[in-house]
């Protein structure tokens, strides 16, 4: 099978509050599929590309959810394992508590299908006849055998050619700094493309400054280099280039998912040949999007969205002037 992108990671049932404040008031909750590499799939479908996803989901109501939503979103399933002995990681996204204006998550996940995600389920044709394998410092967080099926993953993709993009996003409710720094950076030196964020590079380089997590990124190997600067828009960077653009300003309902949103559209570009102002353009456009919904995926965007999204941006500029 012609596969443009192959990603690997777990697939959550996320149960998100219908109301702010702390779970326990919460009734009412609103059932969706998410997580970070199934998000970026099904962005990178909607913009027209063929992904393919490997991943472990539950053999019940969730695991047949799950599926249903990678499949009526055109990803290609057949390395989709159903798994009889564990349950499906769950999620709760808790609105405007603790902080004002940001969610927290609380995640049941430890032991799930997905985190049992092993070596074995790496089939090394379905990563070479792909154009890039992208990964997420989330599935390498799961367990030890994930890390294990990441890393193999990644060796593949390296001697075969296939480009590799990394996302960093580190959850250090899954493990710990020192954990993630010693895991992610041997799997960032085989990194094509890398997404990061100043949190995570201060983790990762104890560096803060866009330039500078640039600057460290570019010197282990990869070819671009994106800084996803949240509120103040994003930074990209090749070994010649440079190029930053602002966040567009929408009503925000729900943060999560803004990020792979991003890594989705720009990504997109890139493998197009577009420009990196393009690529920051349209990563931005797609964040700015989802974030409008309640949801990671649902408002992912096809290039139309992109389109209509940017032209009423340019208008809305026009008018203020
Ligand atoms: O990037 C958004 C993800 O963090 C969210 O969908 C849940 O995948 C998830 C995770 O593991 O945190």
């Not at 799950?66 to 057949?78: A, N, T």
Request: glycine content about 8%.
């Amino acid at each position: 099978m012609e596969l443009d992108v192959v990603t690997m990671g777990e697939v959550l049932v996320q149960f998100n509050a219908c109301t702010n404040g702390p779970l326990r008031h919460v009734v009412y909750f609103e059932k969706h599929a998410a997580g970070a590499e199934a998000s970026f799939a099904i962005g990178m479908s909607r913009l027209g590309f063929k992904a393919g996803f490997i991943t472990r989901v539950s053999n019940d109501e969730f695991g047949k959810y799950i599926l249903s939503v990678l499949r009526s979103e055109g990803l290609d399933v057949s390395r989709v394992k159903v798994d009889p002995e564990a349950p499906n990681g769950i999620y709760f996204i808790q609105r405007n508590y603790p902080i004002p204006g940001r969610s927290s998550v609380i995640y049941y996940r430890r032991g799930s299908a997905a985190s049992r995600i092993s070596t074995d389920d790496i089939d090394p044709d379905y990563i070479r006849e792909a154009k890039l394998f992208h990964l997420t410092g989330i599935t390498p967080a799961l367990s030890k055998s994930c890390r294990d099926a990441c890393f193999k993953a990644l060796d593949i993709a390296h001697s075969s050619g296939v480009k590799i993009s990394i996302d960093t996003n580190i959850r250090l409710k899954l493990w710990s700094g020192e954990e993630a720094k010693r895991t992610l950076i041997p799997m960032l030196k085989k990194a094509d493309i890398v997404l990061t964020e100043r949190e995570d590079a201060e983790i990762l380089f104890g560096k803060k400054e866009p330039d500078e997590i640039a600057e460290e990124v570019l010197s282990m190997g990869a070819e671009v280099v994106a800084v996803k600067l949240g509120a103040e828009g994003a930074a990209a960077y090749t070994g010649k280039e440079k190029a930053r653009r602002p966040a567009y300003n929408v009503p925000i309902v729900d943060v999560i998912g803004a990020g792979d949103a991003f890594a989705a559209g720009f990504i997109a570009c890139l493998m197009n040949g577009k420009s990196l102002q393009e690529a920051l353009e349209v990563g931005n456009a797609a964040g700015a999007l989802v974030v409008t919904v309640r949801g990671d995926y649902e408002n992912m965007p096809s290039w139309e969205d992109i389109e209509k999204f940017l032209a009423a941006q340019r208008k809305e500029t026009v008018i203020l002037r």
